[in-house]
C-alpha cells in the first residue's frame, strides 16, 4: 500500500493541484472522450501514458491480453463488453483501438497452450484468441518468442474482427462514425505499430 498512498500524495499535491480547474470542469460536465482505448493489464502499457492523455481523454478498459470477446447477450459477466456498450451507445467515441504489445504474458500463456496450469479463469479468458493461436501454430516452424510476437499480433485481429459483431459498433462503422484501429506498442523500442484486420 506504501507505494499507493505515496503516489497518491504526490498526485494530490502535485498533478491534481494543477489541474483542479480540469477536475472541476470534469465533474460538472462529465466527460466527453473521443476515443476508447483496450489495451492489456499489464503494468508497463497503460494506456494514458502511451498516448500521452491527461483526466477525460480517452475512456479504457484493461483485461488480460487486450482481448474483445464476440458479441454475447447471454447474461453472463461481461466486463469489456459493458465498457464497449457504455462508451460507444452513451458517450458516442468515435474511435476504439485495441493495443497489444511485446512480451504479453496473457499471450505467452496462450502459447504454452492447454494445461499449463493458468488457474480458474485465464485459460477460459484466453480461449477467445484460439483462433490466433492456431494460425500462428500453423505457419513455418519459429522459436517460441517469436510465435508469441506472432500470436500477439494475431490477437489484435481477432478483436477486431469481434468489434465487428457487435451490431451497435458494426451499424457506426458501417455509417462512417466510428473507427476501428488495431495497434501493437513494443516495450523495449517504444514504437506504436499499425495492425491492419485479418
Ligand atoms: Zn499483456
Given at each position: ?22 477536475y472541476s470542469t470534469l465533474a460538472r460536465d462529465g ?168
Amino acid at each position: 500500500m506504501k507505494t499507493l498512498r505515496d503516489g497518491y500524495e504526490r498526485f494530490r499535491n502535485g498533478f491534481w493541484r494543477d489541474n483542479r480547474e480540469l477536475y472541476s470542469t470534469l465533474a460538472r460536465d462529465g466527460q466527453s472522450p473521443p476515443a476508447m482505448v483496450i489495451a492489456c493489464a499489464d503494468s508497463r502499457v497503460a494506456p494514458e501514458t502511451v498516448f500521452d492523455c491527461g483526466p477525460g481523454d480517452i475512456f479504457v478498459v484493461r483485461n488480460v491480453a487486450a482481448l474483445v470477446p464476440p458479441y454475447a447477450p447471454d447474461g453472463a459477466y461481461h466486463g469489456t463488453s459493458s465498457a464497449l456498450e457504455f462508451a460507444v451507445t452513451v458517450l458516442g467515441v468515435r474511435t476504439i483501438a485495441v493495443m497489444g504489445h511485446s512480451r504479453c504474458g496473457g499471450i505467452r500463456a496462450l502459447m504454452a497452450g492447454p494445461g499449463n496450469g493458468h488457474g480458474d479463469f485465464i485459460s477460459g479468458w484466453m480461449d477467445i484468441a484460439r483462433s490466433a493461436r492456431a494460425r500462428v501454430c500453423d505457419s513455418p516452424a519459429a522459436d517460441f518468442e517469436t510465435q508469441c510476437g506472432a500470436c500477439e499480433h494475431e490477437a489484435i485481429r481477432v478483436s477486431l474482427a469481434n468489434l465487428l459483431t457487435f451490431p451497435w459498433i458494426a451499424a457506426r462503422v458501417q455509417a462512417g462514425t466510428l473507427e476501428l484501429a488495431g495497434l501493437h506498442f513494443d516495450l523495449a523500442s517504444g514504437q506504436l505499430e499499425d495492425v491492419e484486420p485479418a
